[in-house]
T-cell receptor
Framework: GQQVMQIPQYQHVQEGEDFTTYCNSS?????IQWYKQRPGGHPVFLIQ?????EVKKQKRLTFQFGEAKKNSSLHITATQTTDVGTYFC??????????????FGQGTILTVHP | NAGVTQTPKFQVLKTGQSMTLQCAQD?????MSWYRQDPGMGLRLIHY???????DQGEVPNGYNVSRSTTEDFPLRLLSAAPSQTSVYFC?????????????FGNGTRLTVT
């Protein structure tokens, strides 16, 4: 079945440093979603990318969708302590009877040292 | 709107006991789902529903039952709890069954099976 792999699993940065997490799918994705989960909290939707090569920005966060629609990345510029948490990518299963399934990557746990 | 409401927040069970995790949403969402979250494993789909009266299995359905008698409610039943079911459980809903719409998560239920 479809696999969504996310790296790195952990990332420790000093406040002000940049951070990037990468997401790779074993199959072509129709779209990809990104979520953030604060420690002790629940995942919260950040953004969805649909088009090949798409780039979207939210303040210090930049999201990219690969040309082949099999990979994606989230880049945070100049991290702040409020960026701490786990970042997940998620992609839908392709067609057939699996249209209701959203597969999540393992997540990247970001720690920001002040 | 309350969004997605899960109860209880915490639960401890003995092996072999049964229980139901409750999930309700007041956003008139078609799609509802249950995920479990374990360290290093990301979020894994247990069961999902694309509308009242319709349910389907996700990635890890064994040991769990669901039903969707109304649009609002999607309870998850553990028939005979096992230590391997110790996890954090999240209920999530979305507006559309086409999985292009973002998931709204509840606050989670932390379950320990001894």
């Amino acid at each position: 079945g479809q696999q969504v792999m996310q790296i790195p699993q952990y990332q420790h940065v000093q406040e002000g440093e940049d951070f990037t997490t990468y997401c790779n799918s074993s199959t072509t994705l129709s779209n990809i979603q990104w979520y953030k989960q604060r420690p002790g909290g629940h995942p919260v939707f950040l953004i969805q990318l649909v088009k090949s090569g798409e780039v979207k920005k939210q303040k210090r966060l930049t999201f990219q969708f690969g040309e082949a629609k099999k990979n994606s990345s989230l880049h945070i510029t100049a991290t702040q302590t409020t960026d701490v948490g786990t970042y997940f990518c998620a992609g839908p299963n392709a067609g057939g009877t699996s249209y209701g399934k959203l597969t999540f990557g393992q997540g990247t746990i970001l720690t920001v040292h002040p | 709107n309350a969004g997605v409401t899960q109860t209880p927040k915490f639960q401890v069970l003995k092996t072999g006991q049964s229980m139901t995790l409750q999930c309700a949403q007041d956003m008139n969402h078609e799609y509802m789902s249950w995920y479990r979250q374990d360290p290093g494993m990301g979020l894994r789909l247990i069961h999902y529903s694309v509308g009242a009266g319709i349910t389907d299995q996700g990635e890890v359905p064994n040991g769990y039952n669901v039903s969707r008698s109304t649009t609002e409610d999607f309870p998850l039943r553990l028939l005979s709890a096992a230590p391997s079911q110790t996890s954090v459980y999240f209920c999530a809903s979305s507006y559309s069954v086409t999985i292009n719409s973002p998931l709204h998560f509840g606050n989670g239920t932390r379950l320990t099976v001894t």
